[in-house]
T-cell receptor, first 116, second 116 residues
Framework: GAVVSQHPSRVICKSGTSVKIECRSL??????MFWYRQFPKKSLMLMAT?????????EQGVEKDKFLINHASLTLSTLTVTSAHPEDSSFYIC????????????FGPGTRLTVL | AQSVTQLDSHVSVSEGTPVLLRCNYS??????LFWYVQHPNKGLQLLLK??????LVKGINGFEAEFKKSETSFHLTKPSAHMSDAAEYFC??????????????FGPGTSLSVIP
């Protein structure tokens, strides 16, 4: 199997606070994980590529100081939304790469973030 | 540069009739192609994938897709729609080059409605 989990599934926070989202590969090791953001009725937008033991690679336009990514182990990557604002409210989805190139990614169930 | 086009943002079919969701891609390399389904407020589920083996790919829930290199297409079909098929469908292309860390590119999505 190739199961990816995310925690929490849903979070509501106040503006100005920080929120951490965890992404775990449950039954395989993932040297590379990806973080996506999805706006309502829109497609997924890649935010960053997270590599175990090294700094994340951010896509153009994504603030690295705003969205902190840590890939501390082969089964865990975290995304921290710092000083969250209402415009950060979104559906955040992680994925993990398994195996050889071209096999694609396995996606987590997503985290719904609402910033009040 | 790679890109994915899903020509129809919304498709509506009657229950029991065939489903056709169109996808065209552009890629400089031999791509891997995927179809994912997303039900409301849920994560992504892999329907099927093409990775340079058989051009006709069978997936879960009765879906299949045919890779046509000459047409740069990877259309998704199902002979008979079921109410539970109503969801958002994403066509995804994978660039298996080393420098891209196996990134994927999402199409804009097609919303499928099934009329009873």
């Amino acid at each position: 199997g190739a199961v990816v989990s995310q925690h929490p599934s849903r979070v509501i926070c106040k503006s100005g606070t920080s929120v951490k989202i965890e992404c775990r590969s449950l039954d395989f090791q993932a040297t590379t994980m990806f973080w996506y953001r999805q706006f309502p009725k829109k497609s997924l937008m890649l935010m960053a590529t997270s590599n175990e033991g090294s700094k994340a690679t951010y896509e153009q336009g994504v603030e690295k100081d705003k969205f902190l990514i840590n890939h501390a182990s082969l089964t865990l990557s975290t995304l921290t939304v710092t000083s969250a604002h209402p415009e950060d409210s979104s559906f955040y989805i992680c994925s993990a790469k398994k195996g050889l190139a071209g096999e694609g990614q396995f996606f987590g169930p997503g985290t719904r973030l609402t910033v009040l | 540069a790679q890109s994915v086009t899903q020509l129809d943002s919304h498709v509506s079919v009657s229950e029991g009739t065939p489903v056709l969701l169109r996808c065209n891609y552009s890629s400089s390399y031999s791509p891997s192609l995927f179809w994912y389904v997303q039900h409301p407020n849920k994560g992504l589920q892999l329907l099927l994938k093409y990775t340079s083996a058989a051009t006709l790919v069978k997936g879960i829930n009765g879906f299949e897709a045919e890779f046509k290199k000459s047409e740069t297409s990877f259309h998704l079909t199902k002979p008979s729609a079921h109410m539970s098929d109503a969801a958002e469908y994403f066509c995804v292309v994978n660039d298996p080059t080393k420098t891209s860390y196996d990134k994927v590119i999402f199409g804009p999505g097609t919303s499928l409605s099934v009329i009873p």
